[in-house]
């Protein structure tokens, strides 16, 4: 590590640190409720968005913090994009077009969180688009998650269990009761969070989810 490289943070606690309104004028802002980060989330980039969308469907990650940071390098103030937990590693993401980020500091900059015990990575935008229909239906599904968490769904989740594992899958509208609307929501609701618990599975990568869309059983 260049010793002329000054960097320091003011807490290692991952924070998400507040956008300026100049920023949000001028960039592709988007803020939404997530189920892994308990406040207001704020992105700069549709990119970022679905990044964090696509942490919501995995298992491993029990939480993350968009612009966790703010760093000083030299004269520089610098706020990266993500904070993902993953098992037990720590990951300061940065994401850009092409996966570029040719920063002269880059290399002191990552020697500096691997002596704090993080690991940095940077994804490109293009990356994320590709995976623009996983993104998306699990938006779709974390929007219900947020809108229903104060319903007691544990009884609906486990005759979904019940009903699914003796014939090892079913379509998604087979599941849900359509004839009663408010049990339909319930056991939308169900099935979301057992998706997101990993209890469930479907295929959310290659389209949009929908009635037809085959959900089993994880095991």
Known sequence: MNANTKIKVNDWVPTQIPTPKSLRMSADYHEQHFVKFPHVACF??????????????????????PQPFRFQIGRTLYTPDCFVQEG?????????????????????????????????????NEELYEQEILAE??????????????????????RLIEEIIPV????????????????????????????HKGCLCCNLSERNLNFDSWVTPCI
């Open 44 to 65: 700069h980039s549709r990119a970022e968005l679905y990044h964090a969308a696509i942490n919501e469907s995995k298992d491993r990650v029990p939480w993350f913090v």
């Open 88 to 124: 037990t590693k720590k990951t300061i993401i940065e994401i850009k077009r092409g996966g570029r980020f040719d920063k002269p500091w880059r290399d002191d900059f990552e020697e500096y969180l691997r002596l704090n015990g993080f690991h940095f990575q940077v994804i490109s």
């Open 137 to 158: 239906n699990w938006l779709t599904i974390i929007r219900v998650l947020v809108r229903g968490q104060h319903y007691d769904t544990e009884p609906t989740e486990r």
């Open 168 to 195: 090892e899958g079913a379509y998604f509208g087979e599941l849900l009761d359509r004839n009663i609307p408010a049990n339909r929501h319930l056991r939308e609701l169900s099935i979301f969070r057992l998706l």
